[in-house]
Nanobody
């Protein structure tokens, strides 16, 4: 069982930056072997993939955030980060971190573990 606790987020003006943090519970075994990622859910019901890191450490990004968002992972601290720069109003959403031992990438279906979500609001 993996528990993920998120922090960060908030409200900024367009062009601003925010950083999200996701900490796995201290008793999580094998954190370095998990596929991890960030997803977001706006006003619609679809939860879209934003960025992910697979088991080999390869990063993937949604086209809409490439060059603006950076995902990183600290295995020693069992923590996942998302640095968001040059934010746009369309980035406004609830952001979720996720982890799964087998499922990697930007598809949300079937992922085992989720953070509680944190709101990001970008005003124009």
């Amino acid at each position: 069982q993996v528990q993920l606790v998120q922090s960060g987020g908030g409200s900024v003006h367009a062009g601003g930056s925010l950083n999200l943090t996701c900490e796995a519970s201290e008793y999580t075994y094998g954190w370095s072997t998990y596929c991890v990622g960030w997803f977001r859910q706006g006003s619609g019901n679809t939860r879209e993939g934003v960025a992910s890191i697979d088991k080999e450490g390869t990063e993937s990004y949604a086209d809409s955030v490439k060059g603006r968002f950076t995902i990183s992972k600290d295995n020693a601290k069992k923590t996942l980060y998302l640095q968001m720069n040059s934010l746009k109003p369309e980035d406004t959403a609830m952001y979720y971190c996720a982890a799964d031992f087998w499922r990697c990438g930007l598809v949300s279906s079937g992922i085992d573990y989720w953070g509680q979500g944190t709101q990001v609001t970008v005003s124009s």
